[in-house]
């Protein structure tokens, strides 16, 4: 005898008991107010079991999200941080352009009145040397620098061109030991010459008599004796005045006005050249002005 169902349309009759159960069940939803009760009921039942079949994907959905927020957190950080460092060298740039314009500025204002023609300098290198006062400047015989030209900053007098190369030169300070420079005092007129000391902050008043009228704070400009230096420029202010009974000299210390060490662009000047008396020779001429600029330069 052949059984009712053969492992072949087994499959088949399955098929068709699952339909007409699912038939039966969509009719007594619609027909019997109880089924309905009890589907409410069931799902009740079933939502942790769906809850907890979906949280494997909802948590898959979740880290996901956590590592895409994560990562553009981390691309917006670099971003944002890249951002910054761009701003903030500007910010330094536009600090350092507005300082350098102040300065400028203070150049112009400081040699307007004179209408002494000049070029703006830029430092290149300070000697480290302690025992000169040097530094390069990046103005050169190109520029029409020349041997013994003024050099000034927005406060004062600097010093004087001692070397030029095509596109450099190297300016001598009035600090350096070696240095001299004849000034006025210009409260009363008196005159006098100013000796660097080897130090920035010091200037020694040399052969100042015991009876000068010069007091401390008293402002010493070039006198333009020697046709070195125009006249008027600052260049020191009396700090010290010692006088000792019985010298015949008075002891007398000034302070730069000009500072070198802070300062980075520079007036380089021209001043019109003085015309010569009728009558003498041009090598006369220059002898005299030798003669003239040794005294000044060579003065004890």
């Known amino acids: 005898m052949k059984p009712l169902f053969s492992q072949g349309s087994a499959p088949g009759y399955r098929m068709l008991l699952c339909a007409f159960i699912a038939f039966a069940l969509m009719f007594a939803e619609h027909r019997l ?34 590592v895409s927020d994560q990562r553009d957190l981390i691309d917006e950080n670099r971003r944002l941080r890249r951002q910054l460092l761009t701003l903030s060298h500007r910010v330094q740039r536009m600090a350092s ?21 000049y070029i703006t300098a830029e430092l290149l290198s300070l000697d480290s040397d302690p025992f000169t006062h040097q530094m390069v400047l990046d103005r050169g015989r190109t520029d029409g620098v020349y041997v013994g030209q003024p050099v000034t900053d927005a406060s004062g007098l600097i010093g004087q061109v001692i070397a030029v190369s095509a596109y450099t030169s190297r300016v001598l300070m009035v ?10 005092v210009t409260r009363n007129g008196l005159r006098f010459i100013v000796q660097g000391t080897g130090s920035y902050d010091t200037l020694d008043v040399l052969h100042v008599p015991d009876t000068a009228d010069i007091r401390e704070g008293d402002l010493l400009v070039t006198s333009g004796l020697g046709g070195r230096f125009p006249e008027g420029y600052p260049v020191a202010r009396v700090t010290l005045v010692v ?58």
């Open 97 to 117: 352009l507005s300082a350098e314009n102040a300065r400028l500025r203070e150049l112009l204002n400081a040699a307007r009145h004179r209408r002494v023609p």
């Open 175 to 184: 600090a350096d030991a070696s240095h001299a420079v004849p000034v006025r």
């Open 243 to 300: 006088h000792d009974p019985g010298a015949p000299f008075a002891r007398v210390e000034a302070e730069p006005v000009a500072q070198p060490e802070r300062s980075r662009h520079f007036l380089m000047l021209f001043p019109p050249r003085r015309t010569p008396a009728a009558g003498i020779s041009d090598v006369a001429r220059q002898a005299a002005l030798s003669v003239a600029a040794g005294a000044v330069e060579e003065a004890p």
């Open 33 to 66: 107010p109880r089924v309905a009760e009890l589907r409410a009921h069931l799902s009740t039942v079933v939502t942790p079991v769906q809850w907890l079949a979906s949280l494997p994907s909802e948590a898959l959905s979740w880290g996901a999200l956590a």
